[in-house]
């Protein structure tokens, strides 16, 4: 069993920031990619940003040079740290792990900028 667990999420106006963290417990192995997707409302979930296990990271162009993203391995945990927030940022965001081939998904986190 894997568990993973998000946190960081709310409402912020535009300009604001935001860091999102994800903890992994249970049975976690060694964590190929830890990272984060999201969904708005009528949308496709889609990749925000992803890093390896040796720290190479992809970010979707939407977010470059507005977002970051980080691990801490010996916590297993994953953190989004989100910058200049924009109205079409609010989404449901998903932390995400591969890990011995298989995907896992925590549960959630909103996020919400107001214009």
């Known amino acids: 069993q894997v568990q993973l667990v998000e946190s960081g999420g709310g409402l912020v106006q535009a300009g604001g920031s935001l860091r999102l963290s994800c903890v992994a417990s249970?049975?976690?192995?060694?964590?190929?990619?830890m990272g984060w997707h999201r969904q708005a409302p009528g949308k496709q979930r889609e990749l925000v940003a992803a890093?390896?296990?040796?720290?190479?990271?992809n970010y979707a162009d939407s977010v470059k040079g507005r977002f970051t993203i980080s691990r801490d391995s010996a916590k297993n945990t994953v953190y989004l740290q989100m910058n200049s927030l924009k109205p079409e940022d609010t989404a449901e965001y998903y932390c995400?792990?591969?890990?011995?081939?298989?995907?896992?998904w925590g549960q959630g986190t909103q996020v919400t900028v107001s214009s």
């Open positions: 890093i390896s296990s040796g720290g190479r990271t």
């Open positions: 995400y792990i591969e890990m011995v081939g298989r995907s896992y």
């Open positions: 249970g049975s976690i192995f060694v964590m190929n990619v």
